[in-house]
């Protein structure tokens, strides 16, 4: 039973299919350089924060030009032993069609960011990535590549997706599990190493995880990093979700939040600064069952604290409905995948089945949330889905990736200010990630 369920969460945990293998390989290195946390003035509560980048437009805002705009759409594609990556350039959000023949392959689970203007690759078998200069006819020009094996980093472990950003030149690399390389992504440099951390390794009989960040962006104030403690299985999560707070100016572990919700690694931030948090890797079964806690979704304001104020119930503007994977858009306006309950066949008052539970997969239909009229509509023409979803913005528009139940192929819609959604191009794999390179 175990078997076949963690085959298929191998996938949804690399959700932009990240994969467990990359949470095993992760290891300490005696050759790692330790930063010792420096004192430092803590900045007061006046401090403007920087306006970030919109989820897809890169690490720092493109300087305007007469120039076209460039991007970069990044798809796994999947055998039944490997998989592969691929990174298409366009000129246009415009897309039709993906040509194979347009891009460029990687190994293995290849992530991709920009900063500068520049793209970087992270490589999807070693520690290290890659930065190219993109020409305007779609040259690779690779400038330099960084290594994090000598920082205990390991396999692939040094992709984007174990990556949380501050800004363009300070970001954290997880390594093994609580600590975190810092480095600079816009000189290419690696700082060194923090260990501190006040978080327990077990919990209860489960041991303490570092989550992926399900897609990394630079967000307002400190880097917030979800945490969650899970069995050996990937089966059985605690029922709160450990968030550690950085400071901003030291990197050093302020404080953790423990947030009353299971595996929240989603996270997404409104204009005022509040970033909200989801699940992923946690599914609606457990709770259904009566196996553990339901699925919620929890709100961390701009001062880095819980919303105590912010803890609506969900379900009562879905009917009932369990809500999972939730991003917010712009204007309280936000996007979650809801499990129609209404049409399993299933008796969750019985023994947790695991063919049930697969077919609780096939059920999930994205909705649209009014965070200020406290409803949630169904978005049409997209239909049944996975349980997740991907996405990027980009001058005001915003692109939903959706893949197959398998994983095979990927259609991208496109949603209007009124939540209705367009398809604007299919392809095989699974998309992970479309951002503006500048």
Same mark, same amino acid.
């Given at each position: ?6 085959? *298929? ?13 990359? #949470? ?45 705009? #460039? ?16 990174? +298409? ?89 609580? *600590? ?43 880097? #917030? ?29 302020? *404080? ?20 909200? #948090? ?6 609606? +079964? ?37 809500? *999972? ?114």
């Amino acid at each position: 039973m175990n078997g076949m369920r963690c085959v *298929k969460s191998t996938r949804r945990l690399g959700a932009g299919v990240w994969s467990m293998g990359l #949470l095993a390989s992760l290891a300490c290195s005696d050759e790692a350089t330790v930063i010792q946390p420096p004192a430092a003035e803590q900045p007061g509560p006046e401090t403007p924060a920087p306006e970030p980048p919109g989820p897809g437009e890169g690490l720092e805002q493109p300087e305007p030009s007469g120039a076209e705009p #460039l991007y970069a759409l990044q798809t796994y594609v999947f055998t039944d032993e490997t998989v592969t990556s691929y990174v +298409t350039l366009t000129n246009t959000l415009d897309v039709t069609s993906l040509p194979p023949e347009e891009a460029r392959e990687f190994s293995g689970y290849a992530f991709i960011t920009a900063v500068d203007g520049k793209l970087l690759v992270s490589n999807g078998e070693t520690p290290s990535i890659t930065r190219y200069e993109i020409t305007a006819d779609h040259q690779w020009q690779e400038l330099e590549a960084i290594s994090f094996a000598n920082q205990g980093v390991t396999g692939g472990g040094a992709g984007f997706e174990r990556h949380w950003f501050k800004d363009a030149n300070t970001a954290y690399v997880t390594l093994d599990i609580r *600590k975190r390389v810092i480095w600079n992504p816009t000189e290419m440099r690696i700082l060194g190493v923090m260990e501190d951390s006040a978080l327990e390794l077990e919990r209860e009989g489960l041991q303490l995880d570092a989550t992926f960040n399900r897609q990394p962006r630079v967000m307002r104030g400190p880097v #917030l990093k979800p945490f969650f403690y899970r069995d050996a299985d990937w089966f059985m999560f605690g029922p709160t979700t450990p968030v550690a707070v950085y400071d901003p100016v030291t990197n050093v572990e302020q *404080k953790i939040i423990d947030v009353p919700c299971p595996a929240l690694e989603v996270p997404s931030q409104d204009e005022a600064g509040n970033t909200y #948090l989801s699940s992923w890797t946690y599914g609606a +079964t457990l709770g259904l069952y009566g196996m553990g806690p339901e699925l919620c979704v929890r709100r961390i304001t701009a001062n880095a604290e819980l919303d105590e104020a912010w803890n609506p119930d969900l379900t009562a503007w879905t009917e009932g409905r369990p809500v *999972k994977t939730f991003r917010y858009l712009g204007n309280n306006k936000a996007v979650g995948t809801v499990l129609h309950t209404d049409e399993l066949a299933i008796d969750f008052t019985q023994p947790y089945n695991e063919e049930d539970a697969l077919e609780v997969d096939l059920h999930w239909r994205l909705w649209l949330f009014d965070l200020e009229a406290e409803t949630a509509r169904p978005i049409e023409n997209i239909g049944a889905i996975d349980s997740a979803f991907l996405w990027s913005v980009f001058e005001g528009r915003t692109f939903l990736f959706v893949p197959y139940s398998d994983w095979s192929r990927s259609k991208v819609f496109e949603l209007d200010a009124d939540g209705n959604a367009t398809e604007r191009f299919e392809t095989t794999g699974f998309v992970n990630e479309w951002i503006r390179i500048r």
